[in-house]
């Protein structure tokens, strides 16, 4: 289990190349409800039962604040009040999940997110599917392909020719 990483892909990918060009289109509601909607549909049920009720209660909080129902300053309490949950994690899956579902909640004021939050949840989901003792090139094909699933998400629900787009600084 060394030679596990917190995060499954490749930047350089073609697949994520297109994924950030797209985020670029979108405005942070846009980005915000789906990374949501993908980490609840696809990284939720990868918790730990003791830790589901702590994300859903993060997500729904994300929520509220992209729709004005809750303040900045409460959504990040919320987030950082999760996080320490991670010092009791050793789980890689988990681990992974509880990052992803963190990373998407705070994707509203970090446009940037959208696209973070996708490397953890990739390793959970590839973690949870083949365990946590393959080789970092069935890693890595696996990854790629889960990268596509992701992809074609987004692009189900991009909105075309979105009035606001994020500006976004890729430093990667």
């Given at each position: 289990?060394?030679?596990?990483?917190?995060?499954?892909?490749?930047?350089?990918?073609t697949?994520?190349?297109?994924?950030?060009?797209?985020?670029?289109?979108?405005?942070?509601?846009?980005?915000?409800?789906?990374?949501?909607?993908?980490?609840?549909?696809h990284?939720?049920?990868?918790?730990?039962?003791?830790?589901?009720?702590?994300?859903?209660?993060?997500?729904?909080?994300?929520?509220?604040?992209?729709?004005?129902?809750?303040?900045?300053?409460?959504?990040?309490?919320?987030?950082?009040?999760?996080?320490?949950?991670?010092?009791?994690?050793?789980?890689?899956?988990?681990?992974?999940?509880?990052?992803?579902?963190?990373?998407?909640?705070?994707?509203?004021?970090?446009?940037?997110?959208?696209?973070?939050?996708?490397?953890?949840?990739?390793?959970?989901?590839?973690?949870?599917?083949?365990?946590?003792?393959?080789?970092?090139?069935?890693?890595?094909?696996?990854?790629?392909?889960k990268?596509?699933?992701?992809?074609?998400?987004?692009?189900?629900?991009?909105?075309?020719?979105?009035?606001?787009?994020?500006?976004?600084?890729?430093?990667?």
């Amino acid at each position: 289990m060394a030679g596990l990483r917190k995060m499954l892909g490749n930047i350089n990918d073609t697949t994520l190349v297109s994924l950030m060009n797209m985020i670029e289109t979108q405005s942070a509601s846009t980005l915000a409800k789906w990374a949501l909607d993908y980490v609840e549909e696809h990284v939720l049920m990868l918790c730990h039962h003791a830790f589901v009720e702590d994300m859903k209660i993060a997500i729904q909080t994300s929520r509220q604040y992209i729709n004005q129902e809750r303040t900045s300053q409460e959504l990040k309490k919320v987030l950082k009040d999760t996080k320490v949950i991670l010092k009791d994690v050793h789980d890689p899956v988990n681990m992974a999940a509880i990052r992803a579902i963190l990373t998407a909640c705070a994707t509203y004021d970090t446009p940037t997110n959208a696209l973070g939050f996708t490397f953890y949840a990739v390793a959970a989901i590839v973690y949870s599917e083949v365990g946590l003792f393959e080789s970092k090139q069935k890693y890595d094909q696996l990854a790629k392909e889960k990268f596509k699933d992701i992809l074609y998400s987004f692009q189900l629900i991009a909105v075309n020719d979105e009035v606001n787009p994020v500006k976004v600084k890729w430093y990667c």
